[in-house]
């Protein structure tokens, strides 16, 4: 099997040589593994909101409780996946394991919706759990295949196949919704047709030959040394405290939706919207990163998402307002979400990429928990408008901080 991939990957190299294609069949492979996986998950997410507050009738805070819990509640799982796929040079084999968690969490939501939102927590407790356990090292399967004048292309053509599945999941589940109201078990029942079929393609397609390492080098001590280096450091730190001050789309779309006052069912159109920009943006952001610094990219991607904040504030509620925060916030996934990877598999050895990007993954996912928390309880304190206002000027505040840190590692160098 191994050997059939090396001459497969061999072929593509030399056929990248003359043609120019910069990147890999497992790419691909892997995208459509995340396309099909992502109309599973995103069917549900985008509905989610809709589900929690208005036939839940949670109130904004436990909405955040359950909003964090989506973002960031198994964050160590993430640390064990990389660790473990490192040190067993496993990453098809852990990363399946992932994927299978959460499709049998889509099962669990028809129980989960009699029982209650607790139920419902809990089923989301085990998706996310699927999601921390294969995010770190499929991404190193993928840096695995790229060269490091095509890692933020190989990462943009990846989210630009995720996207897609993140603008068909919620088109599928605002269509049975707008057809069948209220009708969210045939939501659920639908998703998990779509995560079977992104797990087959995944266990029966997808090719890795783990590259060779000494065992010595993925150690502990090791481990710690690599993660130690400067611009790691910056790039983990500075991704933490932006997240903490990121909202959810489900934060906002929602908060967005009662300011309009627009019919509940179609707030997973909004999700379509920013996947599509998503889409759309993604490989070009990879490349632009390729040519003129993944950080800045990066940062710029931060100042995006600061300003739909700001103009969240002060813009009155009209009808063309959620078009300015789809295509913002859009931007703001295409230049941050594959380019956050490709960063960090650029300042690490290969041999702990998996580590590395679970480290800065997991981090953000504590950011983001914390973040879904403060917010739910800010909204339900001062309301929706001076809460989403008081994150902007902390998000102005921490892209600061950042940038005077990047300025200071940069003039050591």
């Known amino acids: 099997m191994y050997h059939s991939d090396a001459g497969v990957q061999t072929a593509l190299h030399a056929g990248a040589q003359k043609k120019g294609v910069r990147v890999g069949a497992t790419v691909y492979l892997l995208g459509l ?27 904004p805070f436990e909405f955040g409780l359950i909003d964090g819990l989506y973002n960031g509640a198994v964050a160590v799982v993430r640390l064990a996946a990389g660790y473990l796929s490192d040190l067993t040079r496993r990453h098809k084999a852990i990363a399946f394991i992932g994927y299978l968690l959460s499709a049998i969490s889509r099962c669990g939501l028809f129980i989960a919706g009699v029982a209650g939102w607790a139920s419902t927590a809990a089923v989301i407790l085990v998706d996310r759990i699927g999601k921390g356990i294969r995010t770190a090292p499929r991404d ?40 069948l109201p209220r009708r969210f078990d045939i939501v659920f029942a639908s998703s998990i047709f779509f995560a079977v079929l992104g797990l087959s393609v995944l266990g029966l397609f997808v090719r890795h030959r783990p590259m060779q390492a000494h065992p010595s080098a993925i150690t502990f001590g090791a481990t710690l040394h690599a993660l130690k280096a400067p611009r790691f450091m910056l790039l983990a730190l500075t991704a933490t405290l ?4 990121t909202l959810s789309d489900n934060m906002l779309y929602m908060g967005l939706q009662r300011r309009l006052q627009f019919d509940a069912s179609l707030v997973p159109l909004l999700f379509v919207g920013t996947a599509l920009v998503f889409m759309l943006l993604a490989v070009p952001a990879g490349r632009l990163a390729d040519r003129f610094g993944h950080l800045r990219i990066f940062l710029l991607g931060y100042v995006l998402l600061a300003l739909a904040y700001g103009l969240f504030s002060v813009l009155p509620p009209l009808n063309f307002t959620p078009i300015i925060f ?17 960063l960090a598999a ?28 403060l917010f739910g309880w800010t909204w339900e304190k001062w309301g929706h408008t001076q809460a989403v206002g008081w994150f902007a000027v902390c998000m102005i505040t921490a892209l600061s901080i950042t940038l005077m840190a990047a300025m200071k590692i940069q003039k050591r160098r």
Do not use: C, K
Not at 33 to 42: A, F, G, K, Q, V
Not at 346 to 372: F, H, K, N, Y
């Open 242 to 245: 932006l997240s903490v001050f």
């Open 140 to 179: 190193a399967m993928i840096a695995a295949q790229a060269t490091p004048d095509t890692l933020g292309a190989s990462f943009g053509v990846h989210r630009a196949m995720d996207a897609v599945g993140a603008v068909l999941g919620p088109l599928l589940a605002a269509g049975i919704l707008l057809w």
């Open 346 to 373: 650029q300042q690490l050895p290969v041999e702990l990429r998996a580590t590395g990007i679970a480290w800065v993954t997991t981090l953000v996912s504590l950011g983001r928990m914390a973040s879904s928390i």
């Open 33 to 59: 593994t995340s396309l099909l996986t992502d109309i599973s998950s995103e069917m549900v997410a985008s509905v989610l909101p809709v589900y929690l507050l208005t036939v839940l009738r949670l109130s």
């Open 326 to 342: 789809v295509v913002l916030l859009g931007t703001y996934y295409a230049a941050t979400d594959g380019v956050m990877a490709a």
